[in-house]
């Protein structure tokens, strides 16, 4: 019961701490009267907990063989404390198995000021503080509990929670090295073989951080997080096969739609259309509401030339999120393609400047100069974007300019736009088909054989971006 009663004191103090800067006066009143509830309620706990811990080290004192000798062990020395030592350590853990961190923090203060080789008040002191996210004072705790303990499960604990510090500070190679320390002495913690994973991930070591996120999974075989990183370093490293599997499994542990949109763009960036629809009319089914799930069916629609399919679910999208700028844009890049210059005109007058002023609309805005043949305004928006200091901005910024001037039938320049969209971002494989193109129309075969030998089968168009 005291532990069902415990749990409903956290959950109502994470009701609070989750919704109380959002909700109405009138739930900030209830809110406060729950809280001061629950702080009765702990202060009225904490006083009947310390004075039966006082009863029991009365009665250990005088009777030390109430204990057995394992029993003795697995307490450690905190039976033998100060009682006022004691009491402050227990007023501490209550506050701290509450979530109430600044509350516990002076109590685990005391105890290590009035017994400093008492390492778990030690240790609670440090977690408190990485509650908090006060990572200069919880490093320096668990530092000390690393320095000083005796017991290697404690030197484990306080190097991974060391390696947890530096990742917050985004010192991945720092936390390696610490996550290495503690799986050292004890190579049985998953989540230090998760947090080892992850932090090669973020460094872009995908082989490295494959092996990592599996011996995770060994240890704990329904971790589906190790198995949604597994899917991510074998999409980083083209193993398409792996990824699908990978994806598959994590949803089916967690039936999550987060992971079945997550499916779906898998599928899109391996040009299956086909598949991409499918996982994403399951998207719209499980979560009606979830406006990328139109979206994303609107632009497979689209590629596959259901366009007034395309449109109807693109402004569905819209509907449920109409603050959303990328379906905005995709909804009046749909209108350009099909010629509604004017509805299109309509829409842009209407666009905040700020908006107006992000690459992606310039270049969209110089399309449309192009389908009303002002080309002089397309190519003047055009060089704003190819300005930019971005290599990916620039490389679109060169790439409509060479669409502009293939379009106004000027060939050759053209093609040195193409090419300097492929210098700034070598990646992108779309300027080659159109600088293969100019070469051709230009009656330069080999030129275009060149380009065009670099362009893979299969690749996803990027020229909505």
Same mark, same amino acid.
């Given at each position: 019961?005291?532990?069902?009663?415990?749990?409903?004191m956290k959950q109502g103090l994470?009701?609070?701490?989750?919704?109380? %800067?959002?909700? *109405?006066?009138?739930?900030?009143?209830?809110?406060?009267?729950?809280?001061?509830?629950?702080?009765?309620?702990?202060?009225?706990?904490?006083?009947?907990?310390?004075?039966?811990? $006082?009863?029991?080290?009365? =009665?250990?004192?005088? #009777? *030390?063989?109430?204990?057995?000798?394992?029993?003795?062990? $697995?307490?450690?020395?905190?039976?033998?404390?100060?009682?006022?030592?004691?009491? %402050?350590?227990?007023?501490?853990?209550g506050y701290y198995q509450l979530s109430m961190f600044s509350e516990a923090k002076p109590y685990f203060n005391r105890v290590v000021e009035e017994a400093p080789d008492?390492?778990?008040?030690?240790? #609670?002191?440090?977690? %408190?503080?990485?509650?908090q996210q006060s990572w200069n004072e919880a490093s320096r705790e668990f530092q000390l509990v690393a320095d000083t303990a005796d017991h290697l499960r404690f030197v484990s604990f306080a190097h991974h929670m060391l390696g947890c510090i530096q990742v917050q500070r985004e010192e991945d190679e720092l936390a390696i090295r610490l996550f290495k320390r503690s799986l050292a002495?004890?190579?049985?913690?998953?989540?230090?073989?998760?947090?080892?994973?992850?932090?090669?991930?973020?460094?872009?070591? /995908? *082989?490295?951080?494959?092996?990592?996120?599996?011996?995770?999974?060994? =240890?704990?075989?329904?971790?589906?997080?190790?198995? #949604?990183y597994l899917s991510c370093c074998y999409k980083e490293t083209g193993q398409w096969e792996s990824v699908h599997f990978w994806r598959s499994v994590v949803y089916e542990k967690t039936n999550n739609p987060s992971v079945m949109e997550t499916i779906a763009?898998?599928?899109?960036?391996?040009? +299956?259309?086909?598949?991409?629809?499918?996982? #994403?009319?399951?998207?719209?089914?499980?979560?009606?509401?979830?406006?990328?799930? /139109?979206?994303?069916?609107?632009?497979?629609?689209?590629?596959?030339?259901e366009? $007034?399919?395309?449109?109807?679910?693109?402004?569905?999208?819209?509907?449920?999120?109409?603050q959303n700028r990328d379906y905005l844009f995709t909804y009046v890049w749909y209108l350009l393609q099909q010629g509604e210059l004017k509805k299109v005109e309509k829409l842009l007058g209407k666009l905040p400047q700020k908006i107006m002023a992000h690459p992606q609309w310039l270049i969209l805005r110089s399309r449309w100069h192009v389908?009303?043949? +002002?080309?002089?305004?397309? $190519?003047?928006?055009a060089r704003q974007v190819a300005h930019s200091e971005d290599p990916y901005t620039r490389s679109l910024g060169y790439y409509q300019l060479g669409r502009v001037l293939l379009d106004q039938e000027q060939v050759k320049e053209a093609a040195s736009h193409f090419h300097a969209a492929r210098e700034h971002f070598p990646q992108w494989k779309e300027p080659l088909f159109y600088q293969g193109l100019c070469h051709l129309l230009d009656g330069e075969i080999d030129g275009t054989r060149q380009c065009w030998e670099q362009i893979p089968m299969g690749i996803p168009s990027t020229s909505k971006k």
């Open positions: 019961m005291f532990h069902q009663w415990l749990e409903q994470d009701e609070i701490s989750q919704s109380y %800067s959002e909700v *109405p006066e009138s739930d900030r009143s209830r809110m406060k009267k729950e809280f001061r509830e629950i702080q009765s309620n702990c202060e009225d706990i904490l006083e009947g907990w310390i004075t039966l811990e $006082e009863q029991v080290s009365i =009665l250990l004192n005088k #009777y *030390p063989e109430l204990v057995t000798e394992s029993k003795k062990e $697995e307490a450690g020395e905190e039976f033998w404390l100060d009682g006022q030592v004691v009491r %402050s350590f227990r007023q501490g853990q008492f390492l778990l008040g030690r240790v #609670y002191l440090a977690l %408190s503080h990485f509650q002495i004890h190579p049985d913690n998953n989540d230090a073989w998760f947090n080892l994973g992850t932090c090669h991930f973020r460094l872009g070591n /995908y *082989p490295e951080a494959i092996p990592q996120f599996f011996q995770s999974l060994r =240890l704990d075989p329904d971790d589906w997080e190790s198995m #949604y763009k898998d599928f899109e960036d391996t040009g +299956d259309i086909d598949g991409a629809l499918r996982w #994403y009319r399951k998207l719209a089914i499980t979560d009606p509401k979830r406006a990328s799930a /139109y979206h994303g069916l609107s632009w497979n629609m689209w590629i596959k030339g366009r $007034e399919q395309a449109l109807l679910l693109i402004q569905k999208g819209l509907t449920l999120d109409p389908h009303c043949r +002002d080309f002089t305004h397309a $190519e003047d928006t």
